[in-house]
């Protein structure tokens, strides 16, 4: 082994350089090189999965020790063992488990970091966006984008659970967060319910008298009986990707685009024994099992899933998804942060 022989001297002579440096705020390049520019991402995030079973009576208990009113948001928050207990499953998307109890209201406000729910168990509760109220139930794909006032309210008689998505980690990283409270706890309602629903929900025809401007979706709520409907139909003709199955992404009607700016949603149908071939993809991306059993292997880890469980792909990890029933479709549901890596040119995918 040929390792180069330094003078004291100039070992030393360094050392002194570089305290010296520090004292200007700066330091030297060199020694840091091959940890800034690594070959290929180097994500602290690691792959994990977050299983319901396990984590329900936690999610119901939250329900009994704090209020919506105190809490404005009850969530227990899904953190990456990577991430040194941060509110983020990787370095730009966090997710959350958030209840609302029968009677309860979370309060209006708004942020720039845009959200989904995805509807985990319950019936009926309501998300109001910009004046425009939808009822939620299990499966249903809910938008909050960035800066739209929403409030959520329980007027059935069960308490509902959803996975919060949001972009949180990646605003907070650029520095772009703003947060304002309404003045009342309950924003006016100003539209007909699923009004979005009837304008945006056809896909192939839309509203020619209403120019929707912003760079989000216009619909409110993908209903899981829609999705579910989609995929089932389609599956019964096509096997979609060697990869993932059969996929959809939830688009942005006006534009076929993805959903929201920062974050891209997917379902996906893995047909009985789908066994998928492996790929890298530089991308973060949080799957939640809506159906079915199976594993998902992720770099050297393989994850375990049923129905609820959530899990994380962290970037450029190689990914494969097994279904292990030979009877039944498996169905999941995910988002990533894939519209931001192709916004700036750095999304990359390869076969293992
Ligand atoms: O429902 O508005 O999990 O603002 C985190 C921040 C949910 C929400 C979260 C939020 C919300």
Not at 27 to 42: E, F
Not at 234 to 252: C, I, K, M, Q, R
Not at 331 to 342: I, N, R, Y
Request: aromatic share 10%; with cysteine.
């Amino acid at each position: 082994m040929a390792t180069v022989q330094q003078s004291p001297s100039r070992a030393q002579a360094l050392e002194a350089y570089y305290q010296e440096l520090r004292q200007f705020s700066t330091a030297p390049l060199w020694t840091v090189l091959k940890s800034l520019l690594t070959p290929t991402p180097q994500p602290r995030a690691v792959p994990f999965i977050w299983r319901w079973r396990e984590l329900r009576p936690y999610v119901y208990r939250a329900g009994e020790l704090i209020g919506t009113e105190e809490a404005e948001r009850r969530v227990v928050m899904l953190c990456n063992p990577g991430l040194d207990g941060a509110a983020a499953v990787t370095n730009t998307l966090y997710a959350g488990l958030q209840l609302i109890l029968p009677g309860e209201i979370a309060r209006t406000h708004r942020h720039t970091a845009a959200a989904i729910r995805f509807i985990v168990e319950g019936h009926g509760a309501y998300t109001a966006v910009d004046g425009e109220r939808t009822l939620m139930n299990p499966g249903d794909l809910v938008l909050t984008p960035n800066w739209t006032w929403h409030d959520h309210g329980n007027e059935s008689a069960e308490p509902m659970v959803w996975l919060d998505g949001l972009d949180l980690p990646l605003v907070n990283a650029i520095d772009a967060m703003f947060f304002e409270e309404y003045p009342q706890t309950v924003q006016p309602v100003t539209k007909a319910l699923d009004d979005s629903r009837r304008k945006y929900a056809q896909g192939t025809l839309l509203p020619a008298y209403e120019r929707h401007l912003g760079h989000y979706s216009p619909l409110l709520n993908y209903t899981w009986e829609r999705t579910h409907a989609a995929l089932i139909e389609l599956a019964a003709h096509d096997t979609g990707s060697p990869y993932d199955g059969v996929v959809l992404e939830y688009v942005n009607p006006r534009t076929g685009g993805p959903v929201l700016p920062t974050m891209a949603c997917y379902a996906q149908l893995l047909p009985p024994g789908f066994e998928g071939q492996a790929r890298r993809r530089s991308i973060s991306a949080i799957f939640h099992v809506v159906e079915g059993e199976g594993y998902t292997e992720v770099g050297n880890q393989r994850l375990d899933w049923q129905a609820k469980d959530t899990f994380c792909v962290p970037s450029w990890a190689p990914c494969r998804h097994v279904n292990t029933s030979s009877g039944k479709p498996a169905f999941l549901f995910s988002f990533t942060d894939a519209p931001v890596l192709q916004a700036l040119g750095l999304y990359r995918e390869a076969a293992e």
